[in-house]
């Protein structure tokens, strides 16, 4: 909340001094997040992947689709190939920078269409209750009722492969699991003391859910969503592992990493590369979502 | 027609004169149906409430005692409108609420709540200037005008508005919360306050002075209040009638120094022994009142607490007590005090 200049409200009264402002929320929250090191550290290396990947044309040393017979499974170090290369001689740094770009987009992609259409559906449903709320969670339970990379193999298996489908089935598996989260934190400060005050002060259901709810539910399901991307990474690599995602010869770590999966005993250290950038990433996203939770609560 | 803000600067005016009762609680009651099973049905009803009747006189202060679930919290709510009563009514200073009497929005600017949780009841990302401001934000005030006046009422509940308006919540004691709770409950100028239990989560030292700034800001406001607490000796310090509640059902209803002098109901007796005391000739070992509260889903039938008194007969299950004379003013829903009904220690015939 944004506040105005106090100062010819408190000029009035006899004793004030300077207002003492506490720093706002997002003051607070970052004054926390200073303090850990481990969120601070994971958060630096995505903005590096980040950046990385984004700047992809102009850092990686070759065409990521240049092949050549001749320079197959170079090992690591190489000269000109400072990862190697892989089963169709094309160099290992630049298919994992471009690979990345994929990567990042089906798994973060998902999890913000979740947040929207789930964020939405499950604080109507916290906050309507009654039918609205039975509707919404009934119908939830049929999409939770299924393990996550079940039920994006078999939509993905349904709809074909491809970026767009794997999307889809993706953001498909992470909305019921929002709603929920979504639900229950809502349903949980609708019913607090605070919610009843402005229940009983005559105030509209608008400004209720404006001023009181959304501020107090939105932090917990964001942090939430950001735990999801891990998971999001990881099964947008299973399907394009498994052929359902990306197909060839686009550059995608889990692609990649089922590609050199015949390499692994001639070139191991090559093979687990792509593995390695999908690790690093997901372990990123989730300690920086543990530390924004951490770190968003008042009370630390 | 005047401005929000000089509306909101004063309270509404008295419209039925003293003698009109500014709450007439009427028949009030809430059943919760219990549900479960097979397809929701319903198992059964939860009696929170059940046929409660009171007139809340204005200027006083009515205090409601009784054990955790019998109702009391309930009560506050179903006279805040915060929830739908299954039968009954209220009437505010001669006025029904609803179509035809008082709206919604000029009852809720006359009955404000104090809670007894003070941190769940201040939303924790608005600052205490904000959370108090925002009722007269609902009723038309500009943020400009309703952050003064929340620095007005800051001051008048003795919290130095320079350096208290722009903390949040989680900085502040329990003492200081419940203070701007009261601020806030105040800052539209209502004529009545509910307190449920507000000083039951705090410190001793802290619960007199709270207690005290409520008792010197009802001479000021000119308010009436309805204090809610399990707490007898705090009822009895603040309380100019008590009404004492059992199993959603009113025991006894009269003046705080008849009932604590002579209480005529059982229930009440015993609540009255199990306060602990100084004096010891009346140290007692064994507990006035025995066991829980029976299951309000299936409650005792004739009179709700004839399943721990001492004095329960034949006629106590077959009759449910109604509301008798036990004194000026004062009146206790047991067949001891209701003449011929039956019981051995009744009078044998009405008056």
Known sequence: MSSTAMSTTTAGLPLAPQPVASPGYWQGVWKRLRRDPVTLACGGILLLMLFAILAAPLLAPADPFQTSMLRRLRPVGTPNYILGSDELGRDMLTRLLYGGRLSWFIGITPVVIAFGVGGLLGIVAGFAGGWVNMLIMRVTDVFYAFPSVLLAVAISGALGAGVFNAILSLTLVFIPQIIRVAESTTTSVRNLDYVEAARGSGAGAMSIVRVHILPNVLGPIFVYATSLISVSMIIASGLSFLGLGTKPPEAEWGLMLNTLRSAIYSQPLLAMLPGLCIFVTSMCFNLVSDGLRAAMDVRN | ?351
């Open chain 2, 1 to 351: 027609m005047a401005s929000p803000a000089a509306l909101l600067s004063r309270p509404l005016p008295d419209v039925g004169g003293p003698a009109q009762p500014l709450l007439s609680v009427r028949g009030l009651t809430k059943h919760f149906p219990l549900k479960g099973g097979l397809l929701n049905r319903t198992r059964g009803v939860v009696q929170a409430v059940d046929d409660v009747s009171f007139d809340l006189r204005k200027g006083e202060t009515l205090g409601i005692v009784g054990e955790s679930g019998c109702g009391k919290s309930t009560t506050s709510r179903l006279i805040m409108a915060l929830m739908e009563p299954t039968a009954g009514e209220v009437i505010f200073d001669g006025q029904t609420v609803g179509p035809g009497g008082l709206s919604m929005k000029e009852y809720r600017r006359q009955v404000q709540m104090v809670f007894q949780d003070s941190y769940a009841s201040l939303n924790p990302r608005l600052t205490i200037e904000e959370s108090i401001a925002y009722s007269p934000q609902v009723h038309g005030l500009s943020r400009r005008t309703a952050i003064e006046r929340a620095h007005e009422l800051l001051a008048a509940v003795g919290l130095e508005p320079g350096q208290f308006a722009r903390r949040y919540p989680h900085e502040l004691s329990g003492g200081q919360r419940q203070r701007i709770n009261i601020a806030r409950a105040l800052v539209l100028r209502p004529r009545l306050i509910i307190l449920d239990e507000p000083v039951s989560a705090l410190d001793k030292s802290v619960e007199a002075q709270v207690l005290n700034l409520l008792m010197d800001l009802k001479e000021q406001y000119g308010l009436t209040y309805l204090f809610i607490s399990h707490d007898l000796n705090v009822v009895q310090y603040m309380s100019d009638r008590v009404l004492v509640m059992y199993l959603g059902r009113v025991a006894e209803f009269g003046p705080v120094e008849a009932i604590y002098a002579k209480a005529a109901h059982p229930y009440t007796a015993a609540l009255l022994d199990s306060r602990p005391s100084m004096d010891p000739d009346r140290r007692r070992t064994e507990p006035p009142l025995s066991g829980d509260p029976p299951n309000p889903v299936n409650p005792p039938s004739g009179c709700r607490f004839r399943t721990r008194c001492l004095h329960a007969e034949d006629v106590c299950a077959a009759t449910v007590p109604p509301l008798a004379e036990a004194g000026e003013d004062h009146r206790a829903a047991c067949l001891v005090h209701s003449p011929g009904s039956g019981h051995s220690k009744a009078m044998p015939h009405a008056a």
